[in-house]
């Protein structure tokens, strides 16, 4: 049997008949078919949870000034909130982040057709949010909840004590947080390509990772606020557009160092021509 090897370090792959690879495809097919019921089945069981009332007031710093949680609503009974990796002492968001929020633009506003509003929220002061904005040109709602204790109440920012004790919950897990504690070997300053998003964003290690992604659900009914659902780390990979299409792509996600950039940072001359490593070079 042909076989041909890809240039990328992949296992050898087969070369067959189209009638071989028909065979294939529809056997994958039945694969496919059942994980989109099940992935159905457990949109259903996300809607099925348990409501938890909000009791404590939080308050934004948004284009139109001091907002309450109630007001990101804008009119509609639900609000999705996407927590973007961008802390006070960032020059720069979260360059994955950033990967994922360029999708907003596109669909935001469909959804704020539908009776659901999106917003990003960070923690760095909204003036920073509001120039990073601009430079990449975002329209989607996003505010700062700078000052505020939403980001530290959702498990998604972390303060220096808990970094070095380790008392912080993520994802669910008290004792999955060894990726955001500093100071647990003085001579550790981080992994060699967490430094390097780190200094993306104008930060160390320590500091980068006192933020961490997510997004969580809320409802509003009967002018009573609810949290229906949050989700962190890779529950956050469905969400993410450029993922999807990569996970059909011949050699899947080919993540190799750190190869995601920020849109307007990318080579327009060469990034055609260029595989992962050659992007980051």
Partial sequence: MPKIKTVHGIEDRKVVS????????????????????????????RQELPWVKIDKEYQFD?????????????????????????????????????AIADGFNAFWVHLANHDVM????????????????????????????HGSDFNYDFNVSFTQEQQRTGNMQYNYDDGNVSSRQSDIDPNDTGPE??????????????????????????????????????????????????????DRAPLGRNEGGVWMR???????KSQHNAGPKDCCA
Avoid: N
Wanted: glycine share 8%.
């Fill in 118 to 145: 999106l917003s990003a929220v960070s923690r760095a002061p909204l003036q920073k949010l509001q120039a990073y904005k601009q430079r990449l040109g975002w329209t989607f709602p996003w505010v700062s909840s």
């Fill in 193 to 246: 390509e967490g430094k390097k998003i780190a200094a993306s964003t104008g930060t160390d290690w320590a500091t980068f990772t006192q933020e961490a992604p997510g997004m969580s659900a809320f409802v509003l009914e009967d002018g009573i606020l609810y949290h229906t659902y949050s989700t962190y780390a890779r529950g956050l990979d469905g969400l993410w557009g450029i993922y999807q299409w990569l």
């Fill in 18 to 45: 189209r009638e071989e690879w028909l065979k294939a495809r529809v056997d994958l097919l039945k694969a496919e078919k059942e994980l989109t019921r099940h992935s159905d089945d457990l949109a259903r069981k």
């Fill in 62 to 98: 948004s284009e139109e000034g001091k907002v309450s949680l109630a007001d990101l609503f804008k009119g509609r009974s639900q609000l999705l909130i996407y927590h973007f990796m961008f802390g006070p002492d960032y020059k720069a968001g979260c360059p994955h982040c950033s």
């Fill in 262 to 268: 920020r849109h307007d940072e990318y080579d327009q």
